[in-house]
Nanobody, 127 residues
Framework: QVQLVESGGGLVQAGDSLRLSCAASGRIFSNSVMGWFRQAPGKEREFVAAISQSGANTYYVDSVKGRFTISRDNAKNTVYLQMNSLKAEDTAVYFC????????????????????WGQGTQVTVSS
């Protein structure tokens, strides 16, 4: 069993930065693909970023490329999402997710590819 706890959300102004953290319990973190998703009110959950188990490979949705960076520290069982140049359209609840797999696979952008989820952290960007 894996438990995920996000932190670091908040209310910021457009152009500001935030760093989200997701702390994982359980032994499978270092063998899991980790992802960040977000969900705005009235919208479906959207893929934001993913990172391979080693951290060597990262993937982003086009709308955040160049602004967001996903990283992980397997020694600390933690995955991060550094968000720079935030925009009002980034406002959402952000969730981290874990997929116990050694391979990222072809469906890493789909929420159904992940087995474990955190409770989410709210990010609000005022324009």
């Amino acid at each position: 069993q894996v438990q995920l706890v996000e932190s670091g959300g908040g209310l910021v102004q457009a152009g500001d930065s935030l760093r989200l953290s997701c702390a994982a319990s359980g032994r499978i973190f270092s063998n899991s693909v980790m992802g960040w998703f977000r969900q705005a009110p009235g919208k479906e959950r959207e893929f934001v970023a993913a990172i391979s188990q080693s951290g060597a490979n990262t993937y982003y949705v086009d709308s955040v490329k160049g602004r967001f960076t996903i990283s992980r520290d397997n020694a600390k069982n933690t995955v991060y999402l550094q968000m720079n140049s935030l925009k009002a359209e980034d406002t959402a609840v952000y969730f981290c997710a874990a997929r116990p797999s050694r391979f990222v696979g072809a469906y890493y952008t789909s929420p159904t590819a992940y087995d474990y989820w955190g409770q989410g952290t709210q990010v609000t960007v005022s324009s």
